[in-house]
């Protein structure tokens, strides 16, 4: 109850719920209108009888108080109402003071019912700055519509936790991150929180987004859209181009219910990320944003609004998702839509410095770099310009780190960059170690990433025990353009003349090199293995230049020179979507890539180029990379372990479907729009599909040195056959990109990677999120196994079922963590998948125990099964330390006779047993938020 003085004289009112305010007769007045006006009905209003009358006994009850309180003082409003009735009654008009009774009555019931509905104590201030009670029924309203269709909610617990966690005054606008708050601990639990926390979300950024558009908070998104693109061509975000099409058409095909699909994680990132904002407010809506991309990759399209609603089904549906930056800047005012730029250094000052350059501006539009170094001489080679010694490529490595420090892709991400040198390039052994965090910090490169470029020959020296030598490019120069049997004669030659002393070179033992490459790797995760002439002999562009590099995330091989900078557009096909009735549905997956690659085609004339040797590039041969991700969600709905022969032959053949449908549309794509330039001349127009480009490769290794598995089951003759006669759209189409972001957009694993672990917290720029393997916890319902004793094993056990005794062995085997499977299955599985693709694919290995033999076998074996490239070596030591003194397995474990209790004696609800829970185990760098595969 407040408490406030009272003037002399001054009458005063307590209210209901305590506050104190002035006397006002005005109300007492209104209050008996009403009551008049209930029994007279509407003749009432215009009676002047009831008009003295009302202003009559207002005059009374007002005399009576001042009798009562000469020198002012304070009345319960209760007792103003009591005199109330009382005149009326005195005055003879006992039908309206029969209604006045009603009245009060039925809002007595009123007030009873709210105050069932509010909380007694807690108060909320509102965007007023006004107090109000808490509204228990709102809350409770807005989880359970939250949780509609999901099972295994707890609205009450999510109320209660809520409530639990306000203070008295708290702002209403904090009232939603704190029920967010609520759920998203209790993920761990049950996976479905997740959605209801992203639902949680999804309302508070509508609120914002229409509030910022000035519309009201029940407009829905397809109401949104006209007045969402004309707010963002306004403020210069979105391209004026988009107004253009039919709105009503577009608006009316938005689909809200869609983002119901959103995982926290998803939609936190689309938040944080993606969406189109303007002073720290994001007015963009999840489905606007899926029709402003869609929009812009149509804006060239014949019917482009059909092209945009075919576009936006796919991409708000999950079943595909374009690339971060065609998310980023699709119809926007700078379209910059390619995921990667790959780019040689020329040796002279001038085209280093202009290599930099571009390096720079491609950087600022969100494109990850590939930079191909070799033609750079080495250390103490000769420069005839200054008659000098050259310092090498180290000194300009560091310029090229800092730069992409400097260059953060537009505030949007980290820049990134990969540096790619030959293996026989005199400054490798230097090259190695730009990584390691001791030495001559002027010659290490901290923030870029580094990769062997390593041509055949060497692992051949490596296997064979043989010396190798190592030559300045200055020197042998034609080295960096040959592949194959010339590239080994022609070294040979080279080898001679060192003999001879005649130029500058030095000899090693080619195993002592593979070592130092195997340690650096094991110590400072660079420099990436990948293998120059399986990239260059199997690359359909082969007649017009040489692959020589990858890109950033090693799935790239495109052809580069001084007057070419390779681009490619990603996307990836969200292959667990297309999982039906426990087999692969190909018609729906052939009709997704049929959409896919005429998305990816699109971006080539569509996007913008930072730089002139990009655009001569990419419209010249026209190459997009479009790849999956969701393959091991794929595996646990068609109940397959990732270390099996079974999944191996699922990732053959649900790659060669990709495959078949990926080239057979991008001919249809030549049929309709013409072929690209340099396709005459190409594997493409000499009838060498992927498939038949592993012959090429075979015949240039050693008997033992190629073991690629050839089976095919689909009539590839017609596609053969098909292909030379039509034509490709584009000189090259898949490529599988590590798709760490769009991954965790979509809700599945990333790329082709084995679940990290069943259970732990992921951290990236977003922030922290809890993530657990929901198909685990369905499999261990199934079996009356998931309690609050299951979930601290997992944590004790880092997210490993392996030493959990009560789960049985095929659950273990199905749902092993990445390091738990075997390193062979990984690469056999890759080895399958990349007879069917004509670019790469970003492999990540993972090696538990590791030591110089697993590390070197492993990588023999990649290059043996035929890989173009790897990516991150993810390695676990030999030892670590033990989290117990208990080395039994056997904590928190549930005996035999005691299971079926605890599932119904400790229902996952409970919350004794989470709130001691473990904390739940950090993932490693691989989820380190300043690592550019994360992003």
Known sequence: MSVLSTAPGEIRVIKRNGDVVTFDSDKINVAIGKAYLEVEGSQAVNSSRVHDLTADLTEKVWTTFQRRLPSGGTIHIEEIQDQVELELMRAGEQKVARAYVIYREKQAEKRKSQQADHHPTLQVTDENGQLQPLNLSLLTATVSKASEGLDNIDVQAIVDETVKNLYNGVNISDIATTMMMATRTRIEREPNYSYVTARLLCNELLADGLAFLGLSRDTTENDALATFLKKGVELELISPELLNFDLKQLADAIRPERSNQFTYLGLQTLFDRYFIHKDGVRFELPQLFFMRVSMGLALNEENREQRAIEFYNLLSSFDYMASTPTLFNSGTLRSQLSSCYLTTVPDDLYGIYSAIRDNALLSKWAGGLGNDWTPVRALNSYIKGTNGKSQGVVPFLKVVNDTAVAVNQGGKRKGAVCAYLETWHLDIEEFLELRKNTGDDRRRTHDMNTANWIPDLFMQRVIENGEWTLFSPSDAPDLHDLTGHAFATRYAEYEALAEQKQILHKKVRAQDLWRKMLSMLFETGHP??????????????????????????????????????????????????????????????????????????????????????????????????????????????????????????????????????????????????????????????????????????????????????????????????????????????????????????????????????????????????????????????????????????????????QKIARIPDDLKAIFATAFEVEPRWIVDAASRRQKWIDQAQSLNLYISGANGKKLDITYKMAWVRGLKTTYYLRALGATSAEKSTINTGALNAVKPAMMAAAAVEAPVAVDDGFSQAAPVPLACSIDNPDCEACQ
């Open 528 to 801: 990436w293995i990948t293998f120059k002439d399986a990239c260059n002999l199997r690359s359909p562009q082969q007649h017009v230049g040489v692959v020589h590099s990858s890109n950033l995330c090693t799935e790239i091989t495109l052809n580069t020179s001084q007057d070419e900078i390779a681009v490619c557009n990603l996307g990836s096909i969200n292959l667990v979507q297309h999982i039906k009735d426990g087999k692969l549905d190909q018609e729906k997956l052939a009709q997704t890539i049929k959409t896919a690659v005429r998305m990816l085609d699109n971006v080539i004339d569509i996007n913008y180029y930072a730089v002139p040797q990009a655009k001569v590039s990419n419209l010249k041969h026209r190459p997009v990379g479009m790849g999956i991700m969701g393959f091991q969600d794929a595996l646990y709905k068609l109940n397959l372990a990732y270390g099996s022969a079974e999944a191996v032959e699922f990732a053959d053949r649900s790659m060669e479907v990709i495959s078949y449908h990926a080239i057979q549309t991008s001919s249809d794509l030549a049929v309709e729009r013409g072929a690209y330039e340099t396709f005459k001349g190409s594997l493409w127009d000499q009838g060498i599909l992927p498939l038949d480009s592993l012959e090429l490769l075979a015949k240039t290794r050693p008997e033992g040195m190629f073991d690629v598995d050839r089976s095919q089951t689909l009539d590839w003759d017609s596609l053969r056959a098909k292909v030379q006669k039509d034509g490709m759209r584009n000189s090259n189409v898949m490529a599988i990109a590590p798709t760490a972001t769009i991954s965790n957009i979509c809700g599945v694993s990333q790329s082709i990677e084995p679940t990290f672990q069943n259970l732990y917290v992921k951290s990236n720029l977003s922030g922290e999120f809890t993530v657990i393997n929901p198909y685990l916890v369905d499999a261990l319902k199934a079996r009356g196994l998931w309690d609050v004793v299951m979930v601290n094993d997992l944590k004790h056990y880092e997210g490993s079922v």
